[in-house]
C-alpha cells in the first residue's frame, strides 16, 4: 500500500489477488487476479503510446474526468475511456 511506481515498473496479480493503482490525476485502475499491467515510457517515435499495457489478465479504469483516464494498450488493441469507466481483458 502507498508504493509510489515508475515508468518501467510492472505490477503482476496472482491467482486470488487483486490490486488497485490511483494515478496522481485521481483516475483508479483495478487489476485482477493473474494480470500483468506494465508502466511504459513514450517509445520515442512518431507513433503514440500509452503509458500502460495490459500484457495480460483483466484491469478496470474509473475516473470522475474521462480527458484524465490512462489509455490502456494491450497486444491486441487500445482502449480509452469515453464515460467514467470501463473495462479490459488480454488474454492468449
Known amino acids: 500500500a502507498g508504493r509510489a511506481f515508475e515508468f518501467g515498473d510492472t505490477i503482476r496479480t496472482g491467482a486470488a489477488s487483486r490490486a488497485a493503482v490511483r494515478f496522481p490525476n485521481n483516475a483508479l485502475v483495478r487489476l485482477a487476479e493473474r494480470t500483468t499491467l506494465a508502466f511504459r515510457r513514450d517509445?520515442?517515435?512518431d507513433r503514440p503510446s500509452s503509458p500502460v499495457y495490459l500484457h495480460g489478465g483483466e484491469v478496470h479504469v474509473f475516473t470522475r474526468d474521462p480527458s484524465t483516464a490512462p489509455v490502456v494498450d494491450t497486444p491486441f488493441v487500445s482502449a480509452a475511456?469515453?464515460?467514467?469507466?470501463?473495462?479490459v481483458r488480454a488474454g492468449s
Do not use: K, M, Y
Open 43 to 45: 517509445d520515442g517515435t
Open 81 to 87: 475511456v469515453r464515460g467514467t469507466e470501463f473495462v
